[in-house]
């Protein structure tokens, strides 16, 4: 145990300085000589006799840095909770516009195809009434009447899904099994 100490004790403040010369942060590079020492003492046991120490030490040294280089640049830059900026938390959840999506397109299969096909070649595509009457073979009066229909029934649609959704559950009826 004392040669041990002999042979470490010596070579920390080299250690120190290469850690903080490699993260230019006095107390990461602390952190990092403690860790490389807490290994190399775990270790002791399976290092080669014969192998030099201060060599064994720094590559630990330096693996453990290059490691925390790759795992910071895979997590990214670390904010502290204060300095945050609060508009980076008020964001709106990508749940709800899943849903909202997902029903619209739901909706809009339930619609009959005339008045579908309006709505996706105006809403969607952009097309002009006149354009749109003109790729359905219809008076244009046609495209305005199924387009407002359309529309007024996907409106329709849509807050039946949403009363449903907010609707409590009621509670399911369980039966007795004795």
Known sequence: MQDMIDLIEPLIPALRRYARALLRNPSAADDLVQD????AISAWGGRRADGDVKSWLFTILHNLAMNSFTQARRRGAHIALEDADPSVFARDASQENGLRHRELVNALARLPDEQRSVILLVSVEGL???QTAKVLAVPVGTVMSRLSRGRERLAAMLRA?????AAPRSTPHLRRVK
């Open 36 to 39: 490389c020492l807490e290994r």
């Open 161 to 165: 899904e949403t009363v449903d959704r």
């Open 128 to 130: 002009s009434y006149a």
